[in-house]
């Protein structure tokens, strides 16, 4: 028998009063599948995001968040199912530590206070925040309240994460922790679907690309094939990112995209090279 | 010659005894693009501040040392473009011309600037969009022309390109340097530093609030960056690949070296 998906999108479509956001979006993500959804700026992304969130009602079509209609379900149910980081999440904080902030979600979840307790904790840590959980939101950086806005919808331990641009003014090191939790994550069976534009946190952190070009799903493949694939992301306004470039250009064993890989087929390759 | 420069600037915000900034130096000339570099929290968009006289005259707090400003009007482009909206329009024309308005132009050449700064972002089709409903990279880019159409000689933008999708970042860059080229100074804050290896003429790294290093955009694939996490990706797996030194900073430098 095959199981539920996690999600499911049943020829979904959406317009903002005349303008057509979204027209019979259909995909599927297993439990444990990690899903980047790309596209340019305008494509319906985001749309997307809050039509699975609840937040928007598909104008035709059917999301499925396991097996409950997000069309049957008020937001606040469906976060039992579904965790959302939404694009502007650095200016959604308003708890007075980032602790409470966090805590917020599985609180108003209605979970016992030490269920909330344990999962805030985890959630801080997963982020490598726990250092950090007695400051004032607005003390911080943008970059980092969005980590704490993350934490928050880690603490939900949905079986869904929906997350809008997770990592846009993130540094280096930020960025590997977002990567970390999220496989940690997956890796328990939480499905993912990810907008967005950082094709190098993409590769790193996730495997299936699905492409949204004017409002209609346009490509769907593993990230590994796509993003080797210049032809196939330019006309959808995306670009190699400068590992994949680089595994094409120096035509690397495998096209590796991932950094660990390419420094492994680098180091390799190289030995044989010594002009490198 | 449009130049700014902030010499020797240390800022308090208020109620802070730690600096925000402390002794930073740095300039950029009309024709050059100078990236700021940094881990999150290093004081890039607090130097973006200061050199837009925003800090302190607007945030409060407490400054030390000079900002010197030749050559003309500055412009900033927030990292957050919904911080910038002004609220006051309801449509994206009427947004652009919102700070070209404000300084009191006759109206042709407000609507001169306007129409000039939406076709170079690429979103005159949006012109009668309502700002509140566009997307957040087009949002991003509405914030970005209704600076441009004040026609500033020093642009500063922290994290211009954060919302955009790929293509439209490079267009961005591409943009930057067209007006750099025209003799604007330009000044921007960004994490994407392999587009800056390739777009910048010089990079500014901050640390701490501390210029910890200041050069070419070659500094962006030197072992001291890469070592900081502030390395180009191509850098960085060089360097994790144990090939030598120097590191190539971006994919087109890797090609050469391998041939």
Request: aromatic share 4%.
């Amino acid at each position: 028998m095959a199981l539920t998906p996690a999600l499911a999108l049943d020829r979904v479509s959406f317009a903002y009063g005349p303008i057509a956001a979204l027209t019979e979006v259909s995909f599927a993500l297993a439990p444990g599948e990690r899903a980047a959804l790309l596209g340019r700026n305008g494509a319906g992304k985001s749309t997307v995001a809050r039509l699975i969130a609840g937040l928007l009602r598909p104008a035709a079509g059917t999301v499925w968040v396991g097996d409950w209609d997000t069309g049957h379900h008020p937001p606040e149910a469906l976060a039992h199912r579904v965790g959302s980081l939404f694009q502007h999440a650095d200016q959604q904080l308003f708890g007075r530590t980032l602790a409470d902030d966090v805590r917020f979600g599985p609180r108003a979840l209605g979970l016992p206070p030490p269920e909330v307790e344990r999962r805030a904790a985890a959630a801080l840590a997963a982020l490598d925040l726990d250092p950090l959980a007695g400051e004032h939101p607005y003390d911080l950086a943008p970059a980092l309240r969005k980590l704490a806005a993350l934490a928050g919808t880690l603490a939900l331990e949905p079986s869904l994460l929906v997350l809008d641009e997770p990592t846009a003014g993130l540094d280096r090191e930020l960025r590997a922790r977002v990567v970390r939790a999220l496989l940690a994550r997956a890796s328990v069976g939480v499905a993912l679907l990810v907008i967005t534009h950082d094709l190098t946190f993409a590769a790193e952190a996730l495997e299936r690309g699905l492409v949204l070009d004017a409002g209609r799903l346009s490509g769907d493949a593993p990230l590994a094939e796509l993003l080797v694939a210049p032809s196939r992301l330019e006309p959808v306004g995306l670009l190699p990112p400068p590992i994949a470039a680089l595994a094409t250009a120096l035509a690397l064993p495998g096209r590796p995209v991932r950094e660990a890989d390419a420094r492994r087929v680098l180091a390799r390759v190289a030995h044989v090279r010594p002009s490198a | 010659m449009t130049r700014l420069a902030l010499e020797r600037v240390s800022f308090w915000y208020p109620a802070t005894d730690l600096p925000a900034l402390e002794d930073v130096s740095l300039e950029v000339g009309g024709g050059e693009i100078v990236a700021l570099v940094g881990r999150v929290g290093a004081g890039a968009s607090s130097v973006l501040l200061v050199a837009a006289d925003l800090a302190p005259r607007v945030t409060g707090g407490r400054l030390r040392g000079r900002v010197a400003l030749t050559g003309g009007r500055r412009g900033l482009v927030l990292a957050s473009p919904w911080t910038q909206l002004s609220g006051m329009a309801f449509t994206v024309w009427d947004e652009v011309a919102f700070g070209p308005a404000n300084l009191g132009w006759p109206r042709d050449e407000i609507t001169q600037h306007v129409e000039r700064a939406l076709t170079r972002l690429g979103i005159a089709a949006l012109r009668a969009r309502d700002p509140a409903t566009v997307s957040g990279g087009e949002l991003a880019r509405v914030m970005l022309a209704g600076i441009l159409a004040m026609d500033p000689a020093v642009l500063l933008c922290d994290e211009p390109t954060g919302a955009l999708d790929p293509v439209g970042a490079r267009e961005v860059w591409r943009l930057l340097r067209a007006l750099a080229d025209e003799g604007r100074a330009v000044l921007v804050a960004t994490s994407d530093l392999d587009a800056a290896a390739a777009a910048a003429d010089r990079v500014v790294w901050l640390e701490r609030g501390r210029v910890a290093g200041a050069g070419p955009r070659a500094l962006l694939a030197d072992e001291a960056t890469c070592a900081a996490g502030l390395g180009t990706s191509v850098a960085s797996v060089w360097r994790a690949a144990g090939l030598a030194l120097p590191y190539p900073a971006t994919v087109a430098e890797a090609l050469a070296r391998w041939r």
